[in-house]
């Protein structure tokens, strides 16, 4: 089990006991570091705390205690707990450092590490990437929001294997040194702005994936967005673009037959199984992370021509009476659920709704086009009511639970249309996750 090298901190604060807390905890108790932990909603008898307990872990639970801060080094954050905590507040007033779990990962591994972030298609995208390096041979763990605790499989890389790594632009914020070999930009929109509340700040987050790069190291990014290209125009990196809209010297690209690495034919168009403009952003974004990791042609090939979606994302659930019904629950903003639309010739019902985070959906208005009934649920029925009617659509049906969401498409619905979960919101005003929301539209769907 690989140790921590060099880890600068020795007393330390975990806040936060989701699983990348607990995995902290486990991994810096093991390594000799004193550590204590707090998380404001855990009850002292739940079994992971009383497991900790016994490795030695101080735990508070119920209360944030600002004297929990006395001799700490450093604060290792669950990523989603906000900046205005009190207890962030006040250590980075005392020029505590905080950092999440990812940081971690610098300090347990010498190894390839390929990370993925972006507002959009992270989740595809570190599936496909890892799918295409099994495929191909070269031996690689799946981590971070998509699988096990990034610093968690950390510990047990092989001297062989390459980490791919999802990341979100939370735990980006709270790293120090993390240094992927390989980095990849897919795209940049307006998000979780009730966190980092400007877009400048949330794009400092994201750019924490090529900040301490250098040039013997990659960064993959999207040439067709004009904020990323920004971006990385400060990246001491490599420079990788792809794009859908160019021929790239230098880069991943396509034409209207075939995807191309530089000068290379990597596979037709018409053999991919994947649906939608933007899955093809993100499969030009994985080829190029494939190859200059090591992968092969035919293990790009092997998954592009099966590879159908990842659960949630844009996932094809059934053919009911030449109804196609589409699950893409984890469009939880307006950019995921425009390119959800985009994906699609046929006529669409689409259900949508969730968590209003205070933004309006004027920029979802010229893809409803296609949207022939709106189905509206959760805190933002109103808002996407008033869009539909802005555009003309004439269905619009407030419901609100999904089992009545459903019933209530395929009740609108004629042979060959689309009925598309993309709520363009987060679900937990009514869900406590996306997966959660998204099961349940699949079990409606099965019950039709």
């Known amino acids: 089990m690989n140790q921590l090298k060099q880890f600068p901190y020795h007393d330390i604060l975990v806040l936060g006991l989701a699983k990348s807390g607990t995995a902290a905890c486990e991994i810096l108790t093991r390594n000799g570091c004193i550590v204590k932990a707090n998380d404001l909603n855990a009850k002292s008898d739940d ?23 006395e001799g700490i080094d450093v604060i290792v954050k669950n990523p989603g707990i906000p900046y205005e905590n009190e207890l962030i507040k006040e250590a980075l007033n005392q ?22 972030t972006g507002s959009n298609g992270k989740t595809t995208t570190t599936t496909l990437i890892n799918e295409m390096l099994t495929n191909s041979n070269q031996p690689n763990k799946i981590a971070g929001n998509i699988g096990k605790v ?3 499989v950390a510990t047990t890389l092989e001297e062989n294997e390459t980490m791919v790594v999802e990341l979100s632009s939370f735990q980006l914020m709270g790293t120090e040194t993390f240094h992927p070999k390989i980095a990849v930009l897919l795209n940049l929109f307006e998000a979780h702005l009730d966190y980092h509340h400007t877009f400048e700040n949330y794009q400092h987050a994201k750019a924490q994936i090529f900040a301490n790069q250098d040039e013997n190291d990659f960064i993959i990014y999207n040439a067709d967005d004009a904020d990323v290209n920004e971006m990385v125009q400060t990246a001491k990196s490599m420079k ?29 168009l018409s053999e991919i199984a994947l649906v939608g403009k933007h ?45 196609l019904f589409y699950n893409d629950s984890k469009a939880t903003n307006i950019l995921a659920t425009t390119k959800a639309i985009s994906a699609f010739n046929h006529p669409i019902i ?27 649920f959760g805190e933002t029925a109103k808002k996407l009511e008033a869009i539909g009617k802005q555009v003309g659509i004439e269905t619009i ?20 249309d689309v009925i598309l979960l993309s709520p363009a919101c987060a679900s937990w005003d009514q869900y406590r996750t996306f997966e959660e929301r998204g099961d349940m539209f699949i079990k409606a769907v099965h019950t039709l």
């Not at 999440?100 to 390839?112: C, F, K, P, R």
């Not at 790239?248 to 396509?254: F, H, K, Q, S």
């Not at 689409?350 to 509206?376: C, H, M, T, W």
């Not at 049906?397 to 060959?416: F, G, L």
């Open 279 to 323: 899955n093809l952003e993100n499969i030009l974004a994985s080829v190029a992370a494939c190859l200059l990791a090591g992968g092969t042609i035919q293990g790009i090939k092997d998954v592009l021509t099966t590879f159908t979606g990842v659960k949630h994302r844009l996932q094809f659930i059934k053919n009911h009476h030449n109804r």
């Open 150 to 152: 990034a610093a968690e």
């Open 350 to 376: 689409l259900l949508a709704g969730g968590l209003d985070r205070g933004n309006g959906f004027d920029e979802l208005a010229p893809y409803l086009q296609s949207v022939k009934a709106l189905i509206v």
């Open 397 to 416: 049906i407030h419901v609100e639970t999904m089992e009545q969401a459903v019933a209530n498409a395929y009740e609108h619905s004629k042979e060959h």
């Open 240 to 268: 990788i673009p792809f794009s859908t809209k160019q021929q790239l010297t230098n880069g991943a690209w396509c034409d209207d037959t075939h995807i191309y690495f530089k000068d290379k034919k990597i596979i037709e």
């Open 47 to 69: 079994p992971a705390i009383i497991q900790l307990k016994k490795l030695g872990v101080e735990v508070v639970t119920g209360e944030h205690p600002l004297s929990l801060l």
């Open 95 to 116: 020029k505590i450092p905080v950092i999440t779990e990812i940081e971690l990962v610098q300090y347990l591994t010498n190894n390839q590490i390929i990370g993925i």
